[in-house]
């Protein structure tokens, strides 16, 4: 099924630290799984609620990352550095 498909480079990529990638490609199984198998299939329903945990997790994430920014930007780091702390976050 192309939803799962979609749905595991979602995980890879998230543990890569492509987030934005990795939502996308959450989206794209959730709209795979709706397209073929219909909007009240289980699948789909599961499909949707991964793509909302992955959401708040990952802005969570950035969210962490920022405050690290800004504390680091209060003690003289430059926050262009942003991109390099959102790489490096941890995702627990």
């Known amino acids: 099924m192309l939803c799962i498909a979609y749905h595991n480079i979602a ?3 998230e ?3 492509q ?3 990795s939502l996308n490609s959450y ?4 709209q795979s799984a709706a397209k073929y198998l219909g909007e009240l299939h289980p699948m789909t329903q599961n499909m949707n609620e991964v793509l909302t945990q992955a959401t708040k997790k990952i802005a969570g994430i950035i969210q962490k990352t920022m405050a690290k920014g800004a504390d680091r930007y209060r003690k003289g780091m430059p926050m262009t550095e ?5 790489k490096s976050s941890d995702l627990e």
Not at 27 to 30: I, N, T, Y
Request: hydrophobic fraction near 55%; aromatic fraction near 12%; charged fraction near 20%.
């Open 11 to 13: 995980v890879e990529q």
């Open 82 to 86: 942003l991109e390099s702390l959102i």
């Open 19 to 21: 987030y934005q990638a």
């Open 27 to 30: 989206a794209k199984a959730a």
């Open 15 to 17: 543990f890569l630290k």
